[in-house]
């Protein structure tokens, strides 16, 4: 059973950095695009960043851009999330995704319920 398994969130003070790891277990993940969402209240969840699996494309939101990188590592069947200058309003449950489509569902309103597969949410609170 594929499983996406994420890790790396925590408490961080305002300025500082976290990274975020989602590794995917079982068999052999098949996908065009994975990253990040995040939960927005009384929203669907947002969009933060996308790799796609075909060119290495990136997508960032614009209230993350300058501030976060997403990179993977392929022998590791990893992607990460190297978060920078974490804000207050950064704050929120981080989940790892992936689907069959493209980085474009990053972008679209309701994209998020293309997806395939989704971690379990990790938990980042920036705050002094």
């Known amino acids: 059973q594929v499983q996406l398994v994420e890790s790396g969130g925590g408490l961080v003070q305002p300025g500082g950095s976290l990274r975020l790891s989602c590794t995917a277990s079982?068999?052999?993940?098949?996908?065009?695009?994975i990253g990040w969402f995040r939960e927005v209240p009384g929203k669907d969840r947002e969009g933060v960043s996308c790799?796609?699996?075909?060119?290495?494309?990136?997508y960032y939101a614009d209230s993350v851009k300058g501030r976060f990188a997403i990179s993977r590592d392929n022998a590791k069947k990893t992607v990460y999330l190297q978060m920078n200058d974490l804000k207050p309003e950064d704050t929120t449950v981080y989940f790892c995704?992936?689907?069959?489509?493209?980085?474009?569902?990053?972008?679209?309103?309701?994209?998020?319920?293309?997806?395939?597969?989704w971690g379990a949410g990790t938990l980042v609170t920036v705050s002094s």
């Open positions: 995704a992936a689907t069959a489509e493209g980085c474009y569902q990053w972008v679209v309103p309701g994209g998020y319920y293309g997806m395939d597969y």
């Open positions: 079982g068999f052999t993940l098949d996908y065009n695009a």
């Open positions: 790799i796609s699996s075909s060119d290495g494309s990136t």
